[in-house]
């Protein structure tokens, strides 16, 4: 099957929300290559399929620390309207409500960009957990390696954009 858009970008289109990771609805309008207003139209006539741990609305504050992130915005650029996340689940019940084939081809994408993620972090996960069993099994004298081990797997990866100042 022919990609249609590089998970590189769709990386860099999820970001961190309330502890969650999520797509803004502006963000998978653009890949859908619909109108924003079409698709928030299409989830409010099939609510029942979005629940809150499917899609959520920004507050106001959110919606400003977001913007300030993009830095200012043209006028008449933005939506009057605060933005709809859509967290994974929310992402896959779109193409169902969207009945597209692109939005459907989309979605394959974008679960893939999900699934990377997820194994990204516990692949972290799990070196930390072997780097730490294996410090408990030898002395000090391998201290510098440890530490220098550890040092390179904190170097910053593909992680969501994380809004700061908000408790999840």
Same mark, same amino acid.
């Given at each position: 099957?022919?990609?249609?858009?590089?998970?590189?970008?769709?990386?860099?289109?999820?970001?961190?929300?309330?502890?969650?990771?999520?797509?803004?609805?502006?963000?998978?309008?653009?890949?859908?290559?619909?109108?924003?207003?079409?698709?928030?139209?299409?989830?409010?006539?099939?609510?029942? #399929? =979005?629940?809150?741990? =499917?899609?959520?609305?920004?507050?106001?504050?959110?919606?400003?620390?977001?913007?300030?992130?993009?830095?200012?915005?043209?006028?008449?650029?933005?939506?009057?309207?605060?933005?709809?996340?859509?967290?994974?689940?929310?992402?896959?019940?779109? #193409?169902?409500?969207?009945? #597209?084939?692109?939005?459907?081809?989309?979605?394959?994408?974008?679960?893939?960009?999900?699934?990377?993620?997820?194994?990204?972090?516990?692949?972290?996960?799990?070196?930390?957990?072997?780097?730490?069993?294996?410090?408990?099994?030898?002395?000090?004298?391998?201290? #510098?390696?440890?530490?220098?081990?550890?040092?390179?797997?904190?170097?910053?990866?593909?992680?969501?954009?994380?809004?700061?100042?908000?408790?999840?």
């Amino acid at each position: 099957m022919k990609e249609l858009m590089p998970l590189e970008m769709i990386e860099r289109k999820i970001y961190l929300i309330r502890g969650h990771r999520v797509m803004l609805d502006k963000d998978l309008a653009e890949m859908y290559e619909v109108l924003t207003k079409n698709l928030n139209k299409a989830v409010s006539r099939n609510i029942e #399929s =979005f629940p809150a741990d =499917f899609m959520f609305q920004l507050t106001a504050e959110e919606y400003k620390s977001l913007r300030f992130q993009f830095g200012t915005l043209k006028r008449g650029s933005h939506s009057k309207y605060l933005p709809r996340v859509f967290m994974e689940q929310g992402v896959s019940m779109l #193409s169902s409500v969207l009945k #597209s084939k692109r939005a459907r081809m989309v979605n394959i994408q974008i679960m893939r960009t999900f699934v990377k993620l997820r194994e990204l972090l516990n692949t972290h996960k799990e070196l930390a957990r072997k780097l730490e069993e294996l410090e408990k099994k030898y002395d000090a004298q391998f201290r #510098s390696v440890f530490d220098a081990i550890r040092a390179l797997m904190e170097a910053p990866g593909p992680e969501p954009k994380r809004i700061e100042g908000f408790k999840p």
